[in-house]
T-cell receptor
């Protein structure tokens, strides 16, 4: 079975400083991994996805993530945080058998302060 | 495109009442998913359809929950009878494996409160 573990439930950074949201995965297969962002009172939006191509994946809004098989990690980063980045972020793995069923991590709430 | 549309956005009902949540997927998408989000359990997949056919309903919590997709542009999730522990945000999502594989587009959700 596939699973993801988000190591921090809350992360607080100052505006203009780097963002690091951590995610470890567990998978019997080569996984496909995603990061989604949830805006308050809205649905989820795909930030980026890794599907066994380049290990460094660039997404929207300046975010990127690096797939590291040796560390079973898929951390989300951004060089410089904006106030508008304050949201909840979910690391997600997809079931390779169905290519449809998503398993979500518990989420990391990002706070950005002035 | 209008995106995935869900209605109602908010629903407050009394225990024992029937609740119906509605979803209109993005036109041309052949997969539709229902998720539930709670503080205790996070985001969980309840059921998903492919070409209007239910493929996996193993996430449906119990027989009080049922979902249908009578055509490619409409799906319902029904709870009968509702209970306070059903209070959650219910999301619908759709995707098309023929286009951008894996990416699911989520609706804004329905916040259900059962008193």
């Amino acid at each position: 079975a596939q699973s993801v573990t988000q190591l921090d439930s809350h992360v607080s950074v100052s505006e203009g400083t780097p963002v690091l949201l951590r995610c470890n995965y567990s998978s019997s297969y080569s996984p496909s991994l995603f990061w989604y962002v949830q805006h308050p009172n809205k649905g989820l939006q795909l930030l980026l996805k890794y599907t066994s191509a380049a290990t460094l994946v660039k997404g929207i809004n300046g975010f990127e993530a690096e797939f590291k098989k040796s560390e079973t990690s898929f951390h989300l980063t951004k060089p410089s945080a904006l106030m508008s980045d304050a949201d909840e972020y979910f690391c997600v793995v997809i079931d390779p058998g169905t290519a449809s069923k998503l398993t979500f991590g518990t989420g990391t709430r990002l706070q950005v302060t002035l | 495109d209008a995106g995935v549309i869900q209605s109602p956005r908010h629903e407050v009902t009394e225990m024992g009442q029937e609740v119906t949540l509605r979803c209109k997927p993005i036109s041309g998408h052949d997969y539709l998913f229902w998720y539930r989000q709670t503080m205790m359990r996070g985001l969980e997949l309840l059921i998903y359809f492919n070409n209007n056919v239910p493929i996996d309903d193993s996430g449906m919590p119990e027989d009080r929950f049922s979902a249908k997709m009578p055509n490619a542009s409409f799906s319902t999730l029904k709870i009968q009878p509702s209970e306070p522990r059903d209070s959650a945000v219910y999301f619908c999502a759709s995707s098309s494996h023929g286009r951008v594989k894996y990416e699911q587009y989520f609706g804004p959700g329905t916040r259900l409160t059962v008193t």
